[in-house]
């Protein structure tokens, strides 16, 4: 099968493209390895969305909620499945890409359905594969343990639990916060010496403030975790001491990485630590003529994330103008203060 265009990615901007290029009657082939919108699908249930609803709706198609607040995680992959219906998008979810190669003019692409490997080809090709591809690991004894995870998910599997949160930005927290309440016996390991408000929803800052203050909720600020063990953990201090805690589940909050080896297969040049893409900001193609990267794939692992849904619906016009052969749109006012 060929395309002029390979969209590989299906969240919030891989979808918006495909709407775009849709409307425009530009052939495409989009595929996921996974379901639409799989990053957010790991998220906690009802998890809400820091961006307000407006800044997360994609390809003109208002999201409103009930009660008019945050979008929730099932609101949104509702919001995502009305889109691909309302659009009658086509995509290969559940269908990987695993060969990216270049014959003549042409991408060639290998996927995996099942136990088939499929074959396509396509002129161009947009790298939509996200930031949060997989969890940073602890390289600490036990960090493999069946009670360690490194998604939250229902905080009703730890009533009554000694429950050891390590991490301090907004996933962290709000997992320790819905744990408490959900009856857990809650402590948290952070490595720096307070949180960051800027990294936390505003709704849940003041609270966790009061639980720490009232000895509700115990934080360890400036620590590591040494090792891991069944029942427990111990730490290590700002003095060096060791402090060992009660746990009979850990969840590890520390940050998720993006995966670029497709952007490395199609030869794509990859910069710093987080290994984000090189390319051009007006028409988000990379130093590999007909590659092009949108949505947080463009930073690859943000140590500081500055890139979210909010700030990428740029990439879809940009990209789309540079298809046909038109001028960039303008840039967008930069957002005084993203939400996310």
């Given at each position: 099968m060929?395309?002029?265009?390979?969209?590989?990615g299906?969240?919030?901007i891989?979808?918006?493209?495909a709407v775009?290029?849709k409307k425009?009657?530009?052939?495409?082939?989009?595929?996921?390895?996974?379901?639409?919108?799989?990053?957010?699908?790991?998220?906690?249930?009802?998890?809400?969305?820091?961006?307000s609803n407006?800044?997360i709706?994609?390809?003109?198609?208002?999201?409103?909620t009930?009660?008019?607040?945050?979008?929730?995680?099932?609101?949104?992959?509702?919001?995502l499945r009305?889109?691909v219906q309302?659009?009658?998008?086509k995509?290969n979810t559940y269908?990987?890409v695993?060969n990216i190669?270049?014959d003549?003019?042409?991408?060639?692409?290998?996927?995996?359905?099942g136990?088939?490997?499929l074959k396509?080809?396509a002129?161009?090709?947009?790298?939509?594969t996200?930031?949060?591809e997989?969890?940073?690991k602890l390289?600490?004894p036990g960090a493999?343990?069946p009670?360690?995870?490194?998604?939250?998910?229902?905080?009703?599997?730890?009533?009554?639990?000694?429950?050891?949160v390590v991490?301090g930005?907004?996933?962290?927290v709000e997992a320790?916060l819905?744990?408490h309440?959900a009856?857990a016996r809650v402590?948290?390991?952070?490595?720096?010496p307070?949180?960051?408000?800027?990294s936390?929803?505003?709704?849940?800052?003041?609270?966790?403030?009061g639980l720490?203050?009232?000895?509700?909720?115990?934080?360890?600020?400036s620590?590591?975790?040494?090792?891991?063990?069944p029942?427990?953990?111990?730490?290590?201090g700002a003095?060096?001491?060791?402090?060992?805690?009660?746990?009979?589940?850990?969840?590890?909050?520390?940050?998720?990485?993006?995966?670029?080896?497709?952007?490395k297969?199609a030869?794509?040049?990859?910069k710093?630590?987080g290994?984000?893409?090189v390319?051009?900001?007006?028409?988000m193609?990379?130093?590999?003529p007909?590659v092009?990267?949108?949505?947080?794939?463009?930073a690859?692992t943000?140590?500081k994330?500055?890139?979210?849904i909010?700030?990428?619906?740029?990439?879809?016009?940009?990209?789309?103008?540079?298809?046909?052969g038109?001028?960039?749109?303008s840039a967008?006012?930069?957002?005084?203060?993203?939400?996310?």
């Amino acid at each position: 099968m060929t395309a002029d265009v390979a969209i590989i990615g299906a969240g919030p901007i891989g979808i918006e493209l495909a709407v775009a290029l849709k409307k425009e009657g530009i052939s495409y082939l989009h595929f996921d390895a996974r379901q639409i919108g799989y990053t957010i699908s790991w998220f906690a249930p009802q998890t809400r969305f820091f961006s307000s609803n407006e800044r997360i709706a994609i390809a003109g198609i208002p999201l409103f909620t009930p009660d008019q607040t945050k979008c929730t995680r099932e609101e949104y992959l509702a919001y995502l499945r009305a889109i691909v219906q309302q659009f009658d998008l086509k995509v290969n979810t559940y269908e990987p890409v695993i060969n990216i190669a270049r014959d003549g003019k042409e991408f060639l692409l290998t996927t995996r359905r099942g136990d088939r490997e499929l074959k396509y080809r396509a002129g161009k090709l947009v790298l939509a594969t996200g930031g949060t591809e997989r969890p940073r690991k602890l390289d600490v004894p036990g960090a493999d343990l069946p009670q360690v995870s490194h998604y939250f998910q229902d905080p009703h599997q730890y009533f009554q639990q000694d429950l050891l949160v390590v991490g301090g930005r907004n996933s962290a927290v709000e997992a320790a916060l819905r744990c408490h309440h959900a009856g857990a016996r809650v402590m948290m390991s952070y490595r720096k010496p307070q949180f960051n408000a800027a990294s936390i929803k505003y709704w849940l800052w003041p609270e966790m403030n009061g639980l720490i203050q009232s000895g509700k909720l115990r934080a360890h600020f400036s620590s590591t975790v040494k090792k891991i063990s069944p029942g427990g953990a111990v730490l290590i201090g700002a003095d060096g001491r060791e402090i060992e805690v009660a746990a009979d589940f850990v969840l590890l909050l520390i940050g998720y990485e993006a995966d670029m080896s497709l952007a490395k297969m199609a030869g794509v040049e990859l910069k710093d630590a987080g290994q984000s893409p090189v390319f051009d900001e007006v028409t988000m193609q990379t130093n590999v003529p007909g590659v092009y990267v949108a949505g947080t794939a463009v930073a690859g692992t943000q140590s500081k994330y500055q890139v979210f849904i909010e700030n990428c619906h740029v990439h879809t016009e940009r990209i789309l103008a540079s298809l046909m052969g038109k001028a960039p749109p303008s840039a967008p006012a930069p957002l005084e203060r993203p939400e996310s």
